[in-house]
């Protein structure tokens, strides 16, 4: 009897970080909308080491859709991107720079995200060819 108890016990605790693993994945593969969440790249430019750096950044899927339409340019799309509503720059320093190169690296941390049209200015946006 103790010996089924520990079998029992032992696959209860290997199965529970499977089945967490599996719901994260599902409600981010079924994700729709925009959220603030961590983010890690490294730094770099000419000149300069590389410096890993983790921040906050826009992540997720926006609701987008097109249907045909009997006018030029024949079709009605509404496309949205995940993107920045509010952000702070912040600046640090990266090493092993060259004299002549300033070492400050800037970059914006995500504080609100939201769907919206892709602007240029702000997002890499990918337009149709």
């Given at each position: 009897?103790?010996?089924?108890?520990?079998?029992?016990?032992?696959?209860?605790?290997?199965?529970q970080?499977?089945?967490?693993?599996?719901?994260?994945?599902?409600?981010?593969?079924?994700?729709?909308?925009?959220?603030?969440?961590?983010?890690?790249?490294?730094?770099?430019?000419?000149?300069?080491?590389?410096?890993?750096?983790?921040?906050?950044?826009?992540?997720?899927?926006?609701?987008?859709?097109?249907?045909?339409?009997?006018?030029?340019?024949?079709?009605?799309?509404?496309?949205?991107?995940?993107?920045?509503?509010?952000?702070?720059?912040?600046?640090?320093?990266?090493?092993?720079?060259?004299?002549?190169?300033?070492p400050?690296?800037?970059?914006?941390?995500?504080?609100?995200?939201?769907?919206?049209?892709?602007?240029?200015?702000?997002?890499?946006?990918i337009?149709?060819?």
């Amino acid at each position: 009897m103790p010996g089924l108890v520990l079998c029992w016990f032992l696959l209860c605790v290997s199965l529970q970080p499977h089945s967490l693993h599996r719901a994260s994945a599902v409600n981010l593969r079924h994700f729709i909308g925009c959220a603030v969440r961590e983010f890690t790249f490294q730094a770099k430019k000419p000149g300069c080491g590389g410096l890993h750096i983790t921040t906050d950044a826009c992540w997720g899927r926006c609701e987008t859709w097109e249907k045909p339409v009997l006018d030029p340019p024949f079709i009605e799309s509404h496309q949205r991107v995940c993107t920045y509503n509010e952000t702070r720059l912040v600046s640090v320093k990266l090493p092993n720079c060259q004299p002549t190169v300033d070492p400050t690296y800037t970059y914006p941390v995500a504080l609100r995200c939201d769907c919206g049209v892709c602007l240029t200015s702000t997002t890499e946006c990918i337009t149709s060819v």
